[in-house]
């Protein structure tokens, strides 16, 4: 759906930079790197990234 | 006890914590976890029905894609800026008793028309601007073009043991300070533990082996297991301890470990007056 605002595990905010992920991943960069730029070092952080579907445009029809 | 701080930086802070003992260090870390205040949006009203546009002549539902509940959640989840000088808890207020002033509320008002993506940015304080949420571009939910949200929302403060929304740290945690202890006589430069080590803390420098890293090492123990001749000793001090967290912005991790150490200096001052009545 939409990215969490925060990490499930410890909380960080993490839906601040998820705009600039996004931008970042559609010019081809490799999301590792661009994580690591982005401060998101914990894996309980990274997987809120990696593991993300945003279907939001999907259910807006409905 | 005493605090070294090694990093103190707006969001995240490095500290080292010594002449303690491990009760001590976790009364410290649960204080900054679950007892510093901070603000947070805690009521939210929805406008319901049709929002109108009168320069356009048209009519938005006000419904979103996502239900009200998660839009409410997610708005609870913003960081607010806070000071701790200038706000009380609500219910604890001198000025209004509970119903709310800006001495212990802020308002929050979003209007925002589709077709777009809402941000945290568009929450605009009623009043004053620089309490605007710390992050502007956490995506909230989207609208299309016939949808519209108005919404007025209530920041108060309140601490992570109501709700872990008003937790201001995170990724709180403290470790012994290690000791690496290398026996030169019996090693043997053979490096493994050099190769064997995740975080880079052993290096071989001038036909010898040194630490290069020391605070980095966190226990794993293989170094001491690769080493064939067992000339490596790895052991955490119970007297000193590495003590990291970081904050959610709202306060800056400064603001959170002086407040944090006077709520803990005025629970032991507690104990120690009921000692005494006894
Ligand atoms: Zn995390
Ligand atoms: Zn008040």
Not at chain 2, 5 to 11: A, E, T
Not at chain 2, 69 to 84: C, F, K
Request: include cysteine; charged fraction near 30%.
């Amino acid at each position: 759906m939409m990215i969490p605002v925060r990490c499930f595990t410890c909380g960080k905010v993490i839906g601040n930079v998820y705009e600039v992920y996004k931008d970042r991943l559609e010019q081809g960069e490799d999301p590792g790197e661009v994580l690591d730029d982005l401060g998101i070092d914990r894996y309980c952080c990274r997987r809120m990234f990696l593991s993300h579907q945003d279907l939001i445009d999907d259910v807006m029809k409905y | 006890m005493d605090i070294e701080v090694k990093i103190l930086k707006d969001r995240e802070a490095k500290l080292l914590v010594s002449n303690t003992n491990p009760p001590m260090v976790n009364a410290l870390r649960r204080v900054l976890i679950a007892d510093v205040p901070k603000l947070a949006i805690e009521d939210i009203e929805f406008h319901l029905g049709t929002i109108g546009d009168e320069m356009e002549d048209k009519e938005y539902e006000s419904s979103a894609p996502l239900f009200d509940e998660i839009i409410a959640h997610r708005l609870g989840m913003l960081p607010i800026p806070t000071d701790l000088e200038l706000f009380d808890f609500r219910d604890r207020c001198d000025e209004c008793e509970g119903e709310g002033c800006p001495n212990c509320t802020i308002i929050y008002s979003l209007n925002k028309k589709g077709p777009c993506t809402v941000y945290s940015g568009d929450l605009i304080p009623v009043g004053e601007n620089d309490l605007r949420p710390v992050d502007d571009l956490i995506p909230l939910v989207k609208l299309d073009d016939t949808q519209a949200l108005l919404i007025y929302a209530t920041a108060e403060l309140g601490t992570a043991k109501q709700h872990a929304k008003w937790q201001p740290t995170n990724g709180v945690a403290y470790k012994y300070y290690p000791e690496i202890e290398i026996d030169q006589d019996s090693c043997n430069l053979c490096g493994e533990c050099v190769e064997s080590c995740p975080k880079e803390v052993l290096d071989i420098e001038d036909e010898e082996l040194i630490i290069a890293d020391l605070e980095g090492c966190k226990f794993c123990s293989l170094c001491e297991e690769v080493c064939a001749p067992g000339a490596i000793d790895v052991s955490g001090r119970e007297d000193k301890f590495i003590l990291t967290f970081e904050t959610d912005g709202s306060l800056t991790s400064e603001e959170v470990l002086k407040e944090g150490l006077q709520i803990l200096k005025g629970k032991f001052d507690e104990i120690a007056e009921m000692s005494e009545s006894i």
